[in-house]
């Protein structure tokens, strides 16, 4: 019979291998856990980025509204379909007139300096 050679695997150096090899994955625990907490990108930008996120969908709706107003405004000044107050508003503010019956308010930025 041949005798095969087994490696020499005290108790004592399994124990050895087994604690190294714990302390090699407590150590990336801790190392990702850190991360996850403290890191550039973990919880406390994740909460920083869902604000931002409130805010922008925030700002988006009142852009979307205003844009929607405006077009409202525009589909009332198209040729098919004027709207008579729209375009009297529209001629008057371009073309500074007003009617004889209309009272008129100038506001202080409004008035020129120079001699009237």
Known sequence: MLNHHQPDLSPMRVRR???VVTCVCLSLLGYFAWHAEKGPRG??????????TADLATTLAAIEEQR???????????????????LDEF?????????????VV??????SQGNP
């Open 91 to 103: 001629a008057r503010s371009q073309l500074d007139l007003a009617a004889p019956g209309d009272i």
């Open 43 to 52: 919880y406390p930008y994740r909460d920083k980025l869902a604000a931002e």
């Open 17 to 19: 291998f087994d604690f």
């Open 106 to 111: 100038l506001q202080q930025s409004e008035i």
């Open 68 to 86: 929607s107003h405006l077009e409202h405004r525009v589909v009332l000044l198209r040729p098919h379909s004027i709207d008579p107050d729209i």
